[in-house]
């Protein structure tokens, strides 16, 4: 999670575009059938229904050792998000330390006088260095831990024509913000930080408004839904809740993944909603229907907006922030290591370990904040969609690779979705109040999460 002044924007899209993109080569196959939605008898419609007691048949239909398997999965990501701070914090020291940094400076230097090629240079050359430093960590978190959990289905070649992509996209990307973004540095001086956070601000407005369109298709096949069956319900979802969608996509995601997913990308106008192909062949009508009515709630409740003005105030905080700690540091070894200053591109290693500890320390709170908004979107999806079991099925699934059923604390600090107790809890309570009135004679009343 690298976010300096001058390439931690363009690194953060990098790992954006490899996370949610894989890669493909022909349009996914259009399913025509689905499973039936199944409901443990505790969860059905009846009189006395009780909330908790539903929630808990819902759980208990995963069996004991995928149950394991999926919290050995997602607790191990706790220690891997350390790891990856600790890792690519000494990444960091090391590019100082030993004078790389500099040395990198003064080779593109040599190269070129003019300061925008020379920062462009620079910038080539320090991300495919610590790309290749921290490889050893990507190819295990992103291909053999994914294979041993049994949720990745892409060979090693494919997968590494991912990452290569991936890692062009970013250079092409960075190689022309970087420069802009030390323009800003050398030309304002102090005041650099206010105008480097709105400039990275912009920026990703301006990437997620052209991933849709010029991105993602590097990594994945996007095509039409075809379906009826599926297709007219979401349309008509949409239609009733005001949303100006006239297609439905869906991506060939099973090439690379077991996941069921959906999302809402774009920006101003560039907006799609998207299944992947696991979600049609894995999931009920019902379940499908649930999952696209939490996608369009992200669009009616703007949830896009809220977040780039969410994450707009942080990195103002993160630049204020980074600013104060690079004048610190380099005060005191900043001769030792060879960077002149703020305005020296071999700052770059410095900045980035800073703002690696900022959002690190902020964790909890970003994982918070978008974990609200995807409790938000999942109320708004089972109330559009009026399918609560459906909801609960994909629920599980989820659980593939994500802890069911956390610790209250565990889950804010750890989670950036709800788990899947607090989702299927919504869910039954939704189902508890829409009952018929003879079926609510002696229920309990709603859980809590």
Not at 85 to 106: E, K, P
């Given at each position: 999670m690298l976010r300096s002044a001058c390439c931690g924007v363009t690194i953060a899209f990098v790992i954006f575009v490899v996370a949610v993109a894989q890669a493909s080569e022909q349009p996914a196959s259009t399913a025509e059938s689905h499973p039936q939605l199944k409901v443990p008898s505790a969860a059905r419609a009846h009189p006395g229904?009780?909330?908790?007691?539903?929630?808990?048949?819902?759980?208990?239909?995963?069996?004991?050792?995928?149950?394991?398997?999926?919290?050995?999965?997602?607790?191990?990501?706790?220690?891997?998000?350390?790891?990856?701070?600790?890792?690519?914090?000494?990444?960091?020291?090391?590019?100082?330390?030993?004078?790389?940094?500099?040395?990198?400076?003064?080779?593109?230097?040599?190269?070129?006088?003019?300061?925008?090629?020379?920062?462009?240079?620079?910038?080539?050359?320090?991300?495919?260095?610590?790309?290749?430093?921290?490889?050893?960590?990507?190819?295990?978190?992103?291909?053999?831990?994914?294979?041993?959990?049994g949720l990745a289905t892409q060979t090693f070649g494919p997968w590494m024509r991912d990452q290569v992509v991936g890692l062009a996209v970013g250079l092409v990307a960075g190689c022309l913000l970087v420069p802009f973004l030390f323009g800003i540095v050398r030309k304002l001086g102090r005041s650099w930080w206010v105008w480097g956070a709105i400039a990275a601000i912009v920026f990703n407005m301006f990437a997620a408004m052209i991933a849709p369109v010029y991105i993602f298709p590097l990594f994945n096949t996007y095509t039409k839904l075809n379906d009826a069956k599926v297709r007219d319900s979401i349309l008509s979802m949409a239609r009733a809740n005001g949303i100006p969608v006239t297609e439905v996509y869906q991506v060939d995601a099973s090439r690379q993944s077991t996941r069921v997913s959906a999302n809402v990308s774009g920006f101003l106008g560039t907006e799609r909603i998207t299944l992947n192909d696991n979600l049609l062949k894995r999931c009920s009508p019902e379940a499908i229907q649930s999952v696209m009515g939490h996608e369009m709630g992200h669009y009616v409740l703007n949830h896009a907006l809220k977040g780039t003005m969410f994450f707009g105030i942080l990195s103002v905080a993160a630049f204020a922030f980074v600013n104060w700690a690079l004048l610190w540091s380099l005060a005191r070894w900043g001769e030792g290591w060879g960077v002149r200053g703020i305005g020296d591109v071999a700052v770059v290693p410095l900045a980035a370990l800073w703002f690696s500890i900022f959002f690190f320390v902020l964790t909890p709170l970003t994982n918070s904040y978008t974990r609200m908004e995807e409790y938000e979107a999942d109320i708004f999806g089972i109330n559009a969609s009026a399918q609560p079991d459906g909801e609960a099925e994909v629920d599980l699934l989820l659980g593939d690779y994500r802890k069911l059923d956390p610790g209250r604390w565990e889950e804010i600090v750890f989670f950036d979705h709800p788990s899947g107790r607090t989702r299927i809890t919504a869910a039954m309570r939704w189902k508890a109040e829409h009952l018929p009135a003879a079926d609510r004679v002696g229920q309990s009343g709603p859980a809590t999460p």
């Open positions: 229904f009780d909330v908790k007691a539903a929630v808990d048949a819902y759980l208990a239909t995963i069996p004991p050792d995928k149950k394991a398997r999926s919290d050995a999965y997602f607790e191990g990501g706790y220690w891997l998000l350390l790891w990856d701070f600790l890792y690519s914090s000494v990444v960091m020291m090391l590019l100082l330390a030993t004078g790389l940094s500099a040395r990198m400076r003064d080779l593109a230097e040599r190269i070129t006088r003019r300061k925008p090629l020379q920062t462009a240079i620079y910038f080539a050359e320090f991300l495919l260095l610590t790309t290749v430093l921290q490889s050893p960590l990507l190819v295990y978190e992103g291909y053999f831990r994914e294979h041993k959990y």
